[in-house]
Structures are given as structure tokens and as C-alpha cells.
């Protein structure tokens, strides 16, 4: 038997409501606040997310599923979305619409990652952006969203950890000092932290490694925030201020570095306390020269990413249901072999309006009506050669008992008046 590919997952029954229950609030909260849904294709150019995410980030490093197209051009999978939505914005002269532009979507992300509970090869996020504004409004705006949007779905086990990566400078400034701070022990980092050390020691903060752990403590390593600038740390208060007037709880957290290249200033990440090791649930941050990065003319901007199955496992271990998906109004059974068509004819004279499914097989009406229970079906139509005559249909509401012979107008409205 062929099996679906290690770290990838079908998603159905439960799993695809809790999905469809994010997608569908993040829609929600997006177009509350003005935002446009986009899709971009789940393959770029590489370039893309060389340039944009950044050649020293784990992401582009190790994680990317890149193959090249019959031309020999190199494409990858997204490993994120923010990315495609700038080349978007620059492709298709966002820059000219009134400023900022917001933009959300949802949607299948890559990343060559060992797989684990909460961690996937295939996974998913939605996603919201703003860009064209560098006012502090806009990150908060992002901020709120993100954590309204979990709250709304009943999560309540969550901390918001928002912290400052500080301007390109600052992160120079700070990037020299782990250098000269780290490179005397460099024999006691791990292997790929060695290595961060020559290329972007920033990238150290966010390890895993118990090796580096312990070292960073042990030297005291003094946080990015201590190394922002007049106007990065202006910007960072001014953030929080607007938070705290929008009632929304956020800790500062000095360590936070994200895994990606292109954040500049503000930075958040959610994180959930019954979820373990993956408990980060969608992060942000502000990306002004990612625009720059891919060609395009300066174009500042803000957003985030939830972890679709992070919040799933979230809220199943909060014991939170999602939405029911709708089940069938009405399943019709006809009664003769030779009415089958006419039930085929009934149904489809009843979509979209009402959901509905026929037997293909003739049945008794005992029979019949059990088939409409188990497919959970709220009516069920039995078609017999009286009603194919008459036009009509003989219903009978399976919470009440109740059963009356109707033609299909009548029926549409009992059912609607019964489901709704
Ligand atoms: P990132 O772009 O890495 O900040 O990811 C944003 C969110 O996506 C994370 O907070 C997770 O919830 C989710 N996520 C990232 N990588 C994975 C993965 N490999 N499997 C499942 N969820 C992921």
C-alpha cells in the first residue's frame, strides 16, 4: 500500500474542521479589518526565499524542498508566506494603490524539517500583511489581530512574547558584540553555531543546541534589546503602548530572535503552555527592507503567520471543539428500482439550497430511513410510485417523527424552516 510521505498528513474529518475553523476566523478577523485575501503558488523561484528569508537562516540552509524545473531553473516549495505576498505586492504594482495594502491568506507552507508532534514537512499557516506603512499603529493593528484570533477561537493558555530586533545598525552593532563575545569559545558551540558565528551570530539566540544554551548563559550574553537605537527603541515603546491601550497582554522578551532574516523592529511570537517543545503557535514581526531585498523600491511592512495545526493541537488540548462541519439535510430513498433517476432529479432540484444525498438502491421504508440516520441526515425523503405521480415527496423529520407528503417547494421551506 502507498502511504502519504513522512511528515506530510491527509486532512479530513477532525482534523479538517479544526482547519477549516482557523482558516475560517482568520478570514474573519482579516476582512474585519480590511484585508484582501491573495493566494500566491506554493513555488517560487529560489531566489525568492534566498534573498527575502535570508542565505544564513536554518530555513534556507536545510530546510527548503528545491528541485529544478525541465529548464534547469531552480524552484522551491514555500517554506513561508511573506515572501510571495512582497513579490506579489511588487509584481503587480501594489506599491500605486492607496498605502498600506493589507492582504491575508492561507494556505500549505514546505519545510524539510524532522518531523515531530507539532512539526511537519507539509504544514499550513494563514497569514495577514501590511505593507506600505512604518507607523507603530500597524504593528499593534498586526499584533492584535494575531492574538484576537486565538482568543476568539476560546484559547486562553497563551503567552505573547514580543521583543525588538532593533534597525539593520542595531543588529550590526549587536551582531560585532556576540562575535567578540562568543569567538573566544567557540569550541564549546555546537557545530552549526560555530558556523552562525561567521555568518549571522544573531542566528545562535535561537538555538535549540543544550551546548549553546548553557554557554550563553554562562557568559552573560547581553540581549538584543540593550543594542536598539533611539529610533528603533522609540518605536518599540510606542508599540507597546498601543497594546496596552488596546487591552491586549504581551511580556516583553528580551531574547526573542526570529528565524527569519528579513525582521526588522518589532517582533512577537505567541507561544502555548500545554503545547511542549513546538509550543509557538505564529509569530510576526516587521520586515521594511524585505521590498528592498527583492528588487522593489522601499515598501515597509508588518505581518504574521499561525501554525495551523499548532493551534488544532491547542485547542484540543484546551478541549475546545471546532465548528461542526454541516451534515446532510435530507437523504432521499426511493422505493422502486425504476425511481432511482427520480431521486437523482429530486436531489439535484434541491441544491444548493439544501444538502442532500439519494440512495442508489431501491429500499423498504424501514431500511431507508435507518440508511438517513446513519448518513446523519436531519430528513429523509421517501419516493414511492404515489408520490412520483403526484409529484411529491413523503418526509419525515427524524429528531420529531414527524411526517408529511409534500411537493418540493413545501419541502424546501419545512426543512429551512427546520434546520435554520
Ligand atoms: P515561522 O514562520 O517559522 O515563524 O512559523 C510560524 C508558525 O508556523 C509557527 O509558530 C508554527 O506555529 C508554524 N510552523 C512552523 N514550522 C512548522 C512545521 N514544520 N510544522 C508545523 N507548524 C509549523
Known sequence: MIRAVKGTHDLLGTALAYH?????????WAEAAGAEEIATPIFEHTEVFERGVGRTTDIVQKEMFTFSDRGGRSLTLRPEGTAGVVRAYLEHGMKVW???????????MFRAERPQKGRQRQFHQTGYEVIGAAEPEVDAEAVVLSWRILAGLGLSRMRLKLGSVGDAEDRARYNAYLRERLAPHAQRLSEDSRRRLETNPMRILDSKAEADRRL??????????DFLGEAARAHFEAVQARLRALGVPFEVDPTIVRGLDYYV???????HELLGAQSALGGGGRYDGLSELLGGPPAPGVGWALGVERVALAMEAEGLSPAPAPGLDLYVVPLEPDLVPRALEMAAHFWPELRVQYALKARRPGKGLQEAERKGARFAGLLGSDEAAAGTLTVKDLKTGQQRTLRPDEVKEWIRGGTA
Do not use: C, F, K, N
Request: glycine share 2%; no cysteine.
Open 265 to 271: 523592529r518589532t517582533s512577537w511570537e505567541i507561544h
Open 216 to 225: 550563553l548563559e554562562a557568559l552573560e550574553v547581553r540581549p538584543m534589546l
Open 20 to 28: 477549516r475553523t482557523v482558516v475560517e476566523a482568520t478570514r474573519r
Open 98 to 108: 492607496p498605502q498600506p495594502v493589507r492582504l491575508w491568506y492561507a494556505g500549505p
